[in-house]
T-cell receptor
Framework: QKEVEQDPGPLSVPEGAIVSLNCTYS??????FMWYRQYSRKGPELLMY????GNKEDGRFTAQVDKSSKYISLFIRDSQPSDSATYLC???????????FGTGTSLTVIP | SAVISQKPSRDICQRGTSLTIQCQVD?????MFWYRQQPGQSLTLIAT?????????ESGFVIDKFPISRPNLTFSTLTVSNMSPEDSSIYLC??????????FGSGTRLTVV
C-alpha cells in the first residue's frame, strides 16, 4: 500500500466552479500536510501548509485535514483558468523529516 | 523563502552519456535535496546533500549512477551517469523551509534518446 494516494484525474471544471482535491494516507504518524501547485515546466510551489487536523484558509484556497479518517482536501473557490495546474499533496511525520508526496491531480479550469 | 535556480531547464541526451544538473540557492542552507519526478509517479527522493560530507542516498539510488557534489552552502550538482531512456524524468533540487514544506527549483526535464 502506498503511503499517500491521490486521484490523478484529469479534472476539468468550468470557470467559477468549486474544486475539491483529495488525498488519503496510511501512516497515522503524519502531522504536517502540504499542498503544492505545479505549472507545466515548473517546479512545485507551496500553496498551503497545515499542522494536525482542522481547516486553514488562504484567499480562495482552503486546506482541510481529517486525521481520524486519514484524509486531506484542498478546496478552490471561484476557480480561475490560472488555477490550471497539477496539484500535489505532501505530508511528513516531523518537521525536517522525510516527505511523502501524492502523484498529483491535473486540473483544467475552462474559461 | 529561499530562491532556487536550477539549470539546465531541459535537455535531450544520447544514451550512455552523462548530464550534470546545477542548483544554486540564494541563501546558505545546511541540506539540499535531489528528487526525481517521473510521469504518473510521486516525487521520489534521490539523495540528501550536506556540505563537506558524502551525500546520503535513498534505497534504489547509488552514487555511481547519481554522483552529487556539494562544494559550499549555496550550491550542489547532481550528475546522471551512463544514461538510459529509463532516466528520462524531471529532476528537482529542493531545500527545507523553516516551519514549512520543501522549496523546489524549477526542475530539469531530461529526455534520453
Amino acid at each position: 500500500q502506498k503511503e499517500v494516494e491521490q486521484d490523478p484525474g484529469p479534472l476539468s471544471v468550468p470557470e467559477g466552479a468549486i474544486v475539491s482535491l483529495n488525498c488519503t494516507y496510511s501512516n497515522s504518524a503524519f502531522q504536517y500536510f502540504m499542498w503544492y501547485r505545479q505549472y507545466s515546466r515548473k517546479g512545485p510551489e507551496l500553496l498551503m501548509y497545515t499542522y494536525s487536523s482542522g481547516n486553514k484558509e488562504d484567499g480562495r484556497f482552503t486546506a482541510q485535514v481529517d486525521k481520524s479518517s486519514k484524509y486531506i482536501s484542498l478546496f478552490i473557490r471561484d476557480s480561475q483558468p490560472s488555477d490550471s495546474a497539477t496539484y500535489l499533496c505532501a505530508m511528513s511525520a516531523n518537521t525536517g523529516n522525510q516527505f511523502y508526496f501524492g502523484t498529483g491531480t491535473s486540473l483544467t479550469v475552462i474559461p | 523563502s529561499a530562491v532556487i535556480s536550477q539549470k539546465p531547464s531541459r535537455d535531450i541526451c544520447q544514451r550512455g552519456t552523462s548530464l550534470t544538473i546545477q542548483c544554486q540557492v540564494d541563501s546558505q542552507v545546511t541540506m539540499m535535496f535531489w528528487y526525481r519526478q517521473q510521469p504518473g509517479q510521486s516525487l521520489t527522493l534521490i539523495a540528501t546533500a550536506n556540505q563537506g560530507s558524502e551525500a546520503t542516498y535513498e534505497s534504489g539510488f547509488v552514487i555511481d549512477k547519481f554522483p552529487i557534489s556539494r562544494p559550499n552552502l549555496t550550491f550542489s550538482t547532481l550528475t546522471v551517469s551512463n544514461m538510459s531512456p529509463e532516466d528520462s524524468s524531471i529532476y528537482l533540487c529542493s531545500v527545507d523551509r523553516t516551519g514549512g514544506g520543501p522549496t523546489f527549483g524549477s526542475g530539469t526535464r531530461l529526455t534520453v534518446v
